[in-house]
Each structure stands twice: as C-alpha cells, then as structure tokens.
C-alpha cells in the first residue's frame, strides 16, 4: 500500500487536497504494519490517521472510543462522506447490534467504533476472530492511565488485543499524554516497539487574550454582539455563576443557557443537543462541558474564573475552532480567584502540586512575554518567534518610572502595619470611606488617599506588577495579607528605580482592537458565508444531523471567499469529496449563483448583459458577434467582465485547465499594477491569444482579489 491511495482516498472522500505533515508519517507507518502512540493536539487531525488506512486497506478497521455520544457522531460523519461505519456499544438494542455485526461478517463494514466496555465483554473475541482486522485504533489512549484524569478501567485490560492479534497494528492516540502516562499506555498495551509521533501541540488559529476581571459581563455582552450567530462556551467556576451569566446574557438579548452537575440529566442533554446543532450558539458551563462533543465549529471560549492549571485551561480552550478556522479565547483574571483557588486546593490531596501547577497558570495570565512562548514552554516545545495571536504581541506593553507610585503603595503597607489584603490597600490608597477603612482609623495615616488619581482597577494591576517583581508578597498563612520583602525595602528608600507597565496599553487590549474597516469584497463574502450557513442549518435540520457535519466552517468560509459555481471549482474546495459534491454540490452552486446575480451590478439593458442573455441562450461568441455585429474580442471582454462580477460562466470552454493554470502562474508572477495584458501576451511570445489571457484575468480578479 502507498501513499499515494491515501492521498487519492483523502480528496475523494474527506475532499483534502494534502496529508498535514505528521498524518503522512503515522499512515505510511500503519501500512507498514507498525504499531504507534499518536500524541496530536485537540483538532490536529487523529481521525485521518485511521481513518484512511481503514478505508485503503482490505478488511474492517476497530476503533475504541469511551464516549458513547461522540461515537454516534463520528459515525455520522463518516457515513456523510460516503464510507461504511457503525457502531457497537449499550445504546444499541439487541436487533440493532445483531444487524451491525452481520453488515461487520458481510465485509459491508469497514470501521467499527465500539465501547470500552463491549470490547472486554466475552462475546467480542469471537466476533473478532471472524473477521479480516486491518487496524486497531485506541481514540483516547489516555484513559488508559490511572494518572490521567479520565481514567477508564476497562481501558487497563486492553493487553489482550496485542496477544490475540498480533500481526494486526495498533494505533493509540490521544491529546493529552505527559511522559509517565505516554510510558503506561505503552506498557498496558504491550507495544513496547511502537513508534512514536509527537505533533506540535501550538494552535495557531487560536488568538489567546486574558483580560482584568473588573466589568466581565459588560466585555463579554460587547463580544458577542460584535460577533452575533457565533457559537462560543463561557466556563466559570460555580454552578451559581453559570445560571447568574446567562441569566445576565439572555437580559441583553443574547441566546444562551446555563449547564452544570446540578442539572438533571435530560435537561443536561437537551442543551448539549441543541449546541451541537447550532440551536443554541452559547453556553454558559462548569468544566463538564464540552468533553462528550465534537463539535468542530465552536468559534470561542472565555474563562470566566481562572482555571486551576495549564492542563485544564489548554484543553478547554482546545474545544474552539477544531476545524482550523481562527477563532479566539479570552481567560479573565483577578487575584481573588487565586486566593479563592489557593483556600480550594489547599484543602484536598495532593495540595502542594496543585499549588505549584496553580502559580504555573497565574504567571501565564500576569505574563508581560507572548502567552503562546509560555504556553507551549509549559509542554515542552519552543516557539521561535513570538507568536503576534496573543494579546501581549498584539498590544505589547509599554513601561513608565513607577517608583513613587510604588512607593506610595509601599509606605501605606508599612503604616498599615503589614496587616492588610489587596482590596484593602487599595481602598486605603484611593481615600475610601468605606465602613471598615473608618472604623480602624485608617484614614488616619498619612498615605490614606495617596492613590486617588488611579482607578481601583489600575491599583489592582500595579499591585499585581509589584508582587511579580518581588517588592511584595502575599501571607497565605496570615488571611493573605501583604508583606513587604527586602527588595521592596529597597525601592521604598529611594535606593532603585522600578518600572511598571503603563496601564493604558492593557486598556487598549479591552477595547477591543480597532479593526481596518472591511473592504466590499469581504464583506461581500461575509454576507454569502451567511447565506450559505443558513442554507447549510436548513439541510441540517431536515436531515437531523449537526450542521458541521454538512459542511464544516472551514469550508463554508472557503467557498464564501472563492464562489464556486461550476462543478469542477467546487470539487476544488478543501472539504469536498464525492459524496459532498454529489450530495451538495448543486444546491450550493445554485444559492452562490443566485447570489451573485442579485449582487451583480450590471444595469439592466447593459452591452454585458445583453451579450449574456444570448450567451444563455447557448449561442457561440461568434454568432453572439455576428448577432450583435461586434467583433468576437468585444464578446470574450464582455464575457470575462461578467465572469469577474460573479456570473457562472464555465470559463474552462475557452481556455483548457492546463492553459489556464499557466496563465494564472504568468499573470499572479507579474507586478505590474493594474494587470498589463500584453506583457503576459509576450511572456508567452505570442503563442496564446488575448481573449484567453482576457477571461484568465479575470479568473484571478474574482477568485484572488488583488491587482486591478
Ligand atoms: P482531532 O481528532 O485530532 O481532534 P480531527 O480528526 O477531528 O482532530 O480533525 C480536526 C479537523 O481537521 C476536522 O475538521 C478534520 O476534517 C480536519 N482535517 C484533518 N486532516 C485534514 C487535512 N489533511 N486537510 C484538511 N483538513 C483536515
Ligand atoms: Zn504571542
């Protein structure tokens, strides 16, 4: 077997052009009979890498995967791209499983999803043996290890297969594996010769900005407005929280609802049902949502509470944009959610690592250096070059002479007798009357008010920046209190200066970036990516399936920007394979061309649009020139304006696909500005007559943009 029938299997039923770099690798490896333990970020691409071999090889493919909702899925999708899945697991009735493992015996299957538990049940084995099996695929693999957080029993009895099949490869695949449970699941799978394939764990589609807590629903309600039909996750910590945010979001409009532990289970699956199908754009969740679900085209997720570590907070921000498309994430941070998570994990096992992995994510989110550097630090991988998707690339901070504001903060600490917390200091530096600031006389000392010219808000920052640079620390042991260190001593007394970051540049990282207005280009794209989301929703819902199993996101937008209207430019898009084209191919031509011909800014009783209605009429562009008495030129110029304003014209009439590619290369390799036919003419001495290089202009004015 060879790669390059499972390059031709990826266009004709994924509709990819090409392997992404890693997917190569692990599928030449599977082919070569070779077992592998697969480590590839949330939306990486694990599915391809069995799923190709499965289809490509003789036989049925056996994938394992814990979660029963997301087998369903997968299977769906797979049947939606025209290739013979099924699934096996206890939602089945017995006359439904009976069916399955006949199709399986018939040779009708060729990948099988089944359950943890089904496997290991006695009747599997022999069911097994009966069949040609190609390849062995544990999704998940790390459920495999106590030490993970999603620890499956079962998983740890899954030795057997490597025994009772030895010559059949077995791939484990997982996202999450750091290196003791990478070693378990090798060892609990007895393949101890398996190759392994570590992809870059960096998500570059996903912007990461963390944000002062101060006014959270106010930013957030600005979000989404800004982005209206999106569909996005807030996580928090509290069930509390979740119904008071969508509470708050559902005052100001904005689709949304609560989900958390305390629900009951329907309501709980009714919710998560309706946000896989696009019903619900936002949900508002503990962390227990999102693990069951596939769904790829989640466009953000914020954090509204801090996340206990870095494990947490990448896997859940994981669960935006899976389809590639750049989608965002917005962490917010106070320090009362430290302190808050610090009294929470100081009461369980195992505190003091939690306490560890806890200052891990609190430096990420003070971080003044690309978060992403950070980020993938944390996971052992390097970035080169700072990422410019982050807030701190975005909006790099600027530094001032903070000493006296320091200073200020420092000498009201030393008269407050080291006995106070941040809110308190603060009050006591911006003058408060608060109750308890008057009733222990603290606007008595000399400092009481020394701040007032900065917001509580900015105080907050600051505070944070000095406790960063060591002038400070806080008692977790004393009611957290602040203390002032050796260092910050030193700064009181005059005796070194301090930088702090300006305030301002964090503020402009809260409004949010003033975007370049968007051309009419784009925002004609824009309005067809809406219309073909609406038309997508609508066979979705008739059909009974998640829209993104229709078409993903990354499609949609794809198509949206390059208006495909003739069936060999549709099978050009990423995502189009057979069974899509031969299912949506039409229908989507026709809303795009119905489309264009209502954006067309042709006047009425225009030469163009008279050309175009004999064109219609099937007549040739020499009997439309006879008919007309224009010369044939003035026709393909005609034609090639219509072309570029959107009409669907089959361009490849006149000029042949391997033309027309050399052109496109001739005209997209010129730099003149605007676009000079005759140098392009003369590129090819001659040998290419001008009509044609007219239309292929064209071609590249509509599908490229650029040049004039
Ligand atoms: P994972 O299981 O690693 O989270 P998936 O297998 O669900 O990721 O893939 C994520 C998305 O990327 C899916 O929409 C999938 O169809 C798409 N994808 C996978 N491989 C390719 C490829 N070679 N070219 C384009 N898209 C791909
Ligand atoms: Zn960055």
Aim: aromatic share 8%; hydrophobic share 40%; charged share 25%.
């Amino acid at each position: 077997m060879n790669l390059e029938i499972a390059q031709q299997a990826l266009k004709q039923y994924f509709g990819y052009d090409s392997f992404r770099p890693m997917q190569a690798e692990i599928i030449q490896s599977v082919f070569n009979k070779k077992d592998a333990l697969v480590l590839m970020p949330t939306g990486g691409g694990k599915s391809i890498c069995f799923q190709i071999p499965a289809i490509t090889m003789k036989g049925v493919c056996i994938v394992l995967s814990p979660l029963i909702a997301l087998m369903k899925d997968q299977v769906e999708g797979l049947r939606a791209n025209g290739i013979d899945a099924a699934f096996l697991n206890s939602s089945l009735s017995s006359s439904e499983q009976r069916r399955v493992e006949d199709d399986l015996l018939g040779g009708r299957i060729k990948l099988l999803y089944v359950s943890p538990e089904k496997i290991v049940s006695g009747g599997f084995l022999p069911l097994m043996r009966s069949i040609d099996i190609n390849l062995f695929a544990i999704d998940e693999a790390h459920c495999i290890s106590s030490w993970g957080h999603d620890f499956r029993p079962e998983y740890t009895r899954l030795g057997f297969l490597k025994k009772q099949f030895p010559d059949v490869p077995l791939l484990a695949l997982t996202a999450t594996a750091d290196k003791v449970t990478r070693r378990d699941i090798c060892k609990q799978l007895a393949i101890s010769d398996a190759g392994v394939f570590i992809d870059s764990f960096n998500r570059a589609n996903l912007s990461l900005t963390v944000l002062p807590a101060q006014k959270r629903i106010e930013h957030i309600v600005r979000f989404i407005k800004d982005r209206p039909n999106q569909s996005g996750i807030i996580y928090c910590l509290s069930r509390k929280n979740t119904e008071k945010i969508a509470q708050r979001l559902k005052a100001n409009n904005i689709k949304a609802e609560a989900y958390h532990a305390g629900m009951g289970s329907n309501q709980r699956s009714k919710i998560q049902e309706a946000f896989i199908t696009d019903a619900l754009p936002i949900v508002v969740a503990t962390i227990a949502f999102g693990m069951g679900i596939d769904k790829s085209n989640v466009r953000w997720v914020m954090h509204y509470n801090l996340p206990k570590n870095i494990e947490s907070y990448y896997q859940e921000i994981g669960r935006a944009g899976r389809d590639g498309v750049p989608s965002d994430t917005i962490l917010f941070y106070s320090y009362a959610d430290v302190m808050m998570m610090r009294d929470m994990l100081n009461q369980g096992d195992n505190a003091e690592v939690k306490l560890a992995k806890l200052e891990r994510i609190k430096q990420y989110a003070e971080a003044l250096i690309c978060r992403r550097k950070i980020l993938l630090s944390y996971f052992g991988e390097t970035l080169e070059k700072d990422c410019g998707n982050c807030d701190v690339c975005k909006n790099p901070p600027q530094h001032f002479d903070g000493t006296v504001l320091a200073q200020k903060a420092l000498s009201a600490l030393v008269r407050l007798k080291e006995g106070v917390g941040i809110t308190m200091l603060i009050d006591v530096l911006r003058g408060s009357g608060r109750a308890e600031v008057l009733r222990r006389g603290f606007d008595k000392i000399k400092t009481y008010g020394a701040g007032a010219a900065h917001s509580a808000a900015d105080w907050q920052q600051f505070i944070i920046q000095m406790l960063n640079t060591g002038l400070m620390d806080i008692a977790y042991d004393e009611n957290n209190v602040l203390k002032i260190t050796e260092e910050g001593k030193i700064i009181l007394f005059g005796n070194k200066k301090l930088q702090l970051v300006k305030m301002s540049s964090v503020r402009e990282r809260l409004a949010e970036r003033k975007k370049k207005p968007k051309t009419k280009r784009q925002k004609l794209g824009d309005e067809l990516f809406e219309t073909l989301r609406d038309l997508r929703l609508k066979i979705a819902r008739s059909k009974d399936m998640p829209a993104y199993l229709v078409l993903t996101d990354a499609t949609l937008t794809e198509m949206a920007q390059k208006k495909p209207v003739t069936p060999e430019e549709m099978r050009d898009i990423s995502g189009i394979g057979e069974k899509k084209m031969e299912l949506y191919g039409q229908i989507f031509m026709d809303v795009i061309i119905d489309f264009l011909s209502k954006k067309s800014n042709l006047a009425k009783g225009s030469t163009q649009k008279i050309t175009y209605n004999y064109f219609k009429q099937g007549l040739t562009v020499d009997e439309i020139a006879a008919a007309r008495e224009l010369k044939s030129s003035t026709i393909y110029s005609h034609l090639a304006v219509l072309y570029e304003q959107g009409e669907a014209i089959d361009l490849t009439q006149f000029v042949s696909k391997t033309e027309g590619k050399q052109i496109l290369e001739a005209i997209k390799q010129q730099e003149e500005d605007p676009i000079k036919l005759s140098t392009i003419f003369e590129h090819f001495n001659e040998a290419i007559p001008y009509h044609k290089i007219r239309l292929m202009v064209s071609y590249y004015k509509r599908h490229f943009g650029g040049k004039n």
